[in-house]
């Protein structure tokens, strides 16, 4: 059956995959195995959970897996001296297999202390914690950006209705201007047409006299 799977991963499914990987890590397998071993259980393409392990999981078990690492070669180092001691012994006494295969048990179990477990889980706890607090930063930044284009919105709203009153103003302003110097005009125009010219004729002797005016000016 093809694996075609499009949901997102869950922090269950992360802890599935790191737990898978460095199992595989201790005991010298391959991170492949454990993808696909990861695949077969989540219905999933090793490619899938081979790409989400190096894109977001990795990043947060840097010290798992050093640890991890570690305990493999303590493990080959054991299987080491365990293939030299059997190539030295020639006819082992039953004490000396004794002795010797305590100390074969004792080199092939893997270093893991107490503290090395609490410090293990605390990580994981604090990776999960971490990735809770950037969900929230995500929604609080996502809101602010919300409420920030809604104000921009605003403004410009603000802004073009300021724009079409200033339009109308300077239309009045226009009309009123053209009103004043309409009246000017007039004004000009009844001064020049209540002066009157003065009036002129000729004497005996050929001379332009002014005719007074009969008005008294």
Not at 49 to 71: M, S, T
Not at 78 to 98: E, W, Y
Not at 177 to 190: G, P
Request: glycine share 2%; charged share 30%.
């Amino acid at each position: 059956m093809v694996k075609v799977r499009q949901d997102a991963w869950s922090h269950e499914d992360d802890l599935l995959l790191a737990e898978t990987v460095l199992r595989h890590i201790r005991e010298g397998s391959t991170q492949l195995n454990a993808f696909e071993e990861v695949g077969d259980k989540l219905n999933r393409t090793s490619a899938a959970c081979g790409f989400r392990w190096n894109a977001e999981v990795r990043a947060k078990y840097e010290n798992a897996i050093d640890l991890a690492k570690r305990q493999r070669k303590e493990k080959k180092r054991a299987q080491a001296v365990n293939a030299s001691k059997s190539k030295q012994t020639v006819a082992p006494l039953p004490q000396r297999t004794t002795v010797t295969n305590t100390e074969i048990q004792q080199s092939e179990t893997p270093e893991l202390s107490m503290d090395t477990v609490i410090h293990y889980l605390t990580q994981l706890k604090e990776d999960y914690h971490a990735s809770n607090q950037s969900k929230v930063s995500l929604e609080q930044a996502e809101n602010e950006n919300r409420m920030l284009r809604e104000h921009v919105e605003e403004l410009e709203n603000k802004l073009a209705e300021t724009k079409k009153q200033f339009a109308a103003v300077q239309e009045d302003y226009q009309v009123f201007m053209q009103i004043m110097d309409r009246a000017r005009k007039m004004t000009v125009l009844e001064d020049q047409g209540a002066f009157k010219a003065p009036s002129f004729k000729m004497d005996k002797n050929g001379n332009l006299q002014q005719v007074a005016d009969s008005s008294g000016n």
